[in-house]
């Protein structure tokens, strides 16, 4: 199969070697920046990663950090480096629509505490991807603005929610960008499109600015194209932010301290319900590139066995009860009163209703009308008390493993991306998309998709690491480990 | 059709008024059919015995995370108000609170 | 600190059929005077321009989050131990409904786990009013209906201002524990003079600073059943509040008795008709959908943070009442106008610079009701003594007060400004001498009439002296004249 002319991650070098260069002079960040803008301007019309692209404060942030270069400073370790971020992390100033035609043009007043701390650190944002509309969905069809394209195949989808921000990366539009994930929505598009994609500990990363889908399970991460530059821009946004209650109280974890520290030793378990037929739906060459992964950890020294967490079956029915309900409650506030869309009304009430009526589209429709039904009267404790009841179920069981096990394994999607508008109608069968991923929000664990080869189509597929509550760094450790193998499986094949 | 559903038509159209989203009848059946389709998964949790299971609200179970009482700049008035629908006296404008349909 | 209450006009209402018995629980609302909003930096100013204390927290901005202010939880546990509260660990929660002057189109409250409960309150009579819960939860933005004749119901837009939108609240829930309005005014006014205390308020009703709602149902005298009861809203002032509930309560009566029953609805107060008012019926019944804030942690007192919040709490209006009632040798409730007013320490003081604490009580009640001025506590016994000693008569001292509040001054020196001198005793004797032998009849009555018509011709004779003197007389000393002349 030819690789068609989108797909290029880091086709002007990965984060580290941009940083390098600028900072040593060696390239300009305004011409590093001008490349990306020029291959996001030739290919973006066929991908439709971007919602907005901000070509000129790009290379106005560019031309200052050069001046700044030029005059001796140290910009950061994300010098020059281009940024694409979902379009659901405030940016003051510019548009910042959830994809949604209830926030078409709005513009923020203010900035998300990571996009201020990657700026801080260097890098520039070339613009705002496409995501499904406030983050609901796994395939980015949900967008008002149109779907984007998996850049591997252009009639496949990228996955999603996050799958502007995974389709830039493998695009090589960006070498890095930002997502936000609350049921899976940063590891599955990163498996569907063969890039690395890590949701840290909840906590560890600051949801100030990031508009909010389900406020307990979301957490912001990167895409980027290899272990290491996920650990730097986890390092460069992590840490305790006091504008968010839920931030943990502590620095940045340092992740990409045992990168190059093997897994001789470690105990790596694979999740039994995620490995065979508990879980249906999986298909056969993910649970192969699983197993591959796992013998490979073997032959670098660690022990694999097998675990079960036999609460992660009642996942899916819990996550789909806890997240619409925080959504139906988070997105009360586009009521066209403030900012956004309005659509008139003789009195108030009816404006509101016309104005979420018009600017909502049908998943969002859907999903605040799950999360209201389940919070209503005579219904939470049923529904909403219980979904919280397991996920503490799932948290003791977790806990258990990680008396036995350093890291879980498991797929990170059921499938490589399938064909655009194959689920679109069939809301369940899109949601058990999210299967493998959710127990991980639920529990607030950290957990990242790392590519591991391909499927029978030929479309790429990740493995997705699980770890205990703040162990993000042995995550990555091992993380490092299968990129390793991975590489040098393809430099054999190649 | 909906009689078969978890949900009912008329549950639907009541969960529809609480969150101000006005459903046409055929989006009343879909989602009739289609939320009943969650629900039921849903009622699949009543298979584990939760008894005594404390809920978690929290993944950090963090406690008493308070901020000092200290002034910090609030925003430009203009920045925001330019972002609104309707702005009259520096103020939000909205129709009527209980002006008639 | 000395400060004034405003207790409105003394108004009795007309009390309800005695077959009747009123049922009353209130819910107040006093915004917490920190320097910030509950969950953002804003500040927490009342009357500054339109949207000006505003932030992306308080706007309710997509992607914006709360922090709850220290402050704030402080205070608010402060007062649920004035009120015997237990402070509990607690969970803040939404509370879900649409409201355009909300700007989350949810209130963040607490629900089922608030951060005080099972309290109550003496009122200054000693009747107990149980406290159900005490909660912290945001203000909400104001509204301001523009077009027909301002009211809500025909306004033709609303503008609206978000600066008090965030503001915390405490919200005080009591038992229906309250069976007359003088007892809910009282309850009112009690709670604020603890608010003020604890110094966690400014407490202003008028301004909204304090807010009253009044759960009223009434039920047969003697049956112990809750009938349908009707929130009042928009009550303004102490008065409205015993005017809002009377009206209230005729009007369920009036209902029973037609054989109709009162529905349950929330209805506002309409000072200037002085009635309540359906508020238009709601086309959905209320579900909040209450569900934990993921967005803040719970909040978990120490015990050593519970034990320094006690040991911090200033004397509280009850205590104040029986301190100043034993220093006085009055009753606890008869010293409760001073204490509301906030000059129970004034008046201790004044007191224990050698005043006589029964006429320190009298004047304070009678005179100081404009405020203290000027006056000090020494300077206040001083004129109190000489009033006790004979120098001055009770007018006399009333003058020389009022002298004292607005300039100062020692009360010797106003006195002999004012050429108030004490009459010689000598020269009152021969004037009562003389007054006896030209009226008899009426010193006949004095000394043998029954105890009323002793006291009524007591009261001739010293007019009449008084009247010659121009009420520069002692009226005590004409009393013991009159008595010396009887045997």
Known sequence: MTTPETASPAAFGDAQSIANDVSSGTRTAASVVANHLDRIATHDGEVHAFNVVTAERAMDAAESIDQRIAAGEDVGPLAGVPVAVKDNMCTRGVATTCSSKILEGWEPPYTATVVERLTNAGAIVVGKTNLDEFAMGSSTENSAFGPTHNPWDLDKVPGGSSGGSAAAVAAGFAPVSLGSDTGGSIRQPASLCGVVGVKPTYGAVSRYGLIAFGSSLDQIGPFTTTVADSATMFEVMGGHDPLDSTSANQPALAVSSKLDAGVDGLRVGIITEMAGDVIEGIDADVIARLRAAATALEAGGATVGEVSIPSSVYGLPAYYMVAPAEASSNLARFDGVRYGLRVDGANTALMNTASRTGGFGPEVKRRIMLGTYALSAGYRDAFYGKAQQIRTKIIEEFTAAYEHFDVLLSPASPSTAFALGDKAADPMAMYLNDVCTIPSNLSGQPSMSVPFGVGDDGMPIGVQILAPLMGDVVMFQVAAELERVANATNEAGA | MAESESLSRDEVAHVAKLALLDLTDEEIDLFTVQLSGVIDTAREMNALDLDGVQPTHHPLGLVNVMRADELRPSIDRDEVLAQAPAVEDDRFKVPPALGEA | ?487
């Not at chain 3, 009442?321 to 129970?344: N, Q, T, Y």
């Open chain 3, 1 to 487: 600190m000395y400060y004034t209450v405003d207790r409105g006009p003394e108004v009795h209402e007309p009390s309800i059929p005695d077959a009747w018995e009123l049922v009353v629980g209130l819910e107040v609302h006093v915004e917490l005077s920190t320097k910030t909003k509950l969950f953002c930096g804003c500040a927490n100013h009342f009357g500054s321009e339109p949207n000006t204390n505003v932030c992306p927290t308080c706007l309710g901005l997509p992607g914006a989050l709360p922090v709850i202010n220290a402050a704030a939880v402080t205070s608010a546990m402060r007062l649920g131990r004035a009120l015997n509260c237990e402070v509990k660990p607690s969970v803040m929660a939404r509370k879900n409904y649409f409201y355009p002057d909300m700007p989350k189109d949810f209130q963040t409250s607490q629900y089922d786990q608030p951060t005080n409960e099972n309290g109550w309150l003496d009122t200054p009579a000693g009747v107990r009013i149980n406290i159900e819960r005490a909660h912290i939860e945001e203000d909400t933005g104001k509204s301001t209906h523009v077009g027909g004749d301002g009211r809500i119901s025909s306004a033709q837009y609303s503008l609206i201002d978000y600066n008090r939108a965030g503001v915390p609240l405490l919200e005080i829930v009591s038992c229906p524990d309250i069976r007359t309005a003088e007892e809910a005014k009282a309850y009112v006014a009690e709670l604020r003079g603890i608010v003020l205390a604890l110094d966690v308020s400014d407490a202003k009703m008028e301004e909204g600073s304090m807010r009253v709602d009044a759960n009223v149902s009434v039920r047969p005298r003697g049956s112990d059943e809750l009938r349908t009861r009707c929130e009042v809203k928009n009550i303004n002032s102490l008065s409205s509040l015993g005017r809002a509930i009377a009206y209230e309560a005729k009007r369920h009566i009036s209902l029973y008795d037609t054989g109709d029953r009162p529905i349950q609805e929330t209805r506002h107060w309409d000072e200037e008709a002085g009635r309540t008012r359906s508020g238009r019926s709601k086309e959905n019944e209320e579900d909040y959908r209450y569900f934990p804030e993921p967005d803040l942690t719970p909040l978990v007192p120490s015990v050593e943070e519970l034990e320094a919040i006690d040991a911090s709490l200033p004397e509280l209006p009850g205590a104040q009442r029986s301190a100043l009632a034993e220093a006085a040798g009055i009753s606890a409730p008869d010293a409760g106008l001073i204490v509301e007013r906030g000059h129970s320490q004034f008046a201790l003081d004044t007191i224990a610079a050698g005043a006589d604490g029964a006429r320190v009580v009298v004047h304070i009640n009678n005179n100081l009701a404009g405020g203290l001025g000027e006056l000090t506590p020494e300077l206040f016994a001083g004129l109190v003594q000489m009033e006790t000693a004979g120098d001055l008569t009770s007018t006399q001292t009333k003058t020389v007060l009022a002298q004292m509040v607005e300039s100062g001054g020692t009360a010797a020196d106003i006195a002999a400004a004012k050429g108030f001198e004490a009459m010689d005793t000598s020269e009152l004797d021969g004037m009562v001498d003389d007054l006896i032998s030209s009226h008899p009849d009426e010193w006949t009555r004095f000394c043998e009439g029954d105890e009323g018509d002793a006291k009524k011709m007591a009261g001739f004779f010293t007019g009449q002296i008084m009247k010659a003197t121009k009420g520069q007389a002692d009226g005590k000393v004409i009393a013991q004249i009159l008595n010396s002349r009887r045997s």
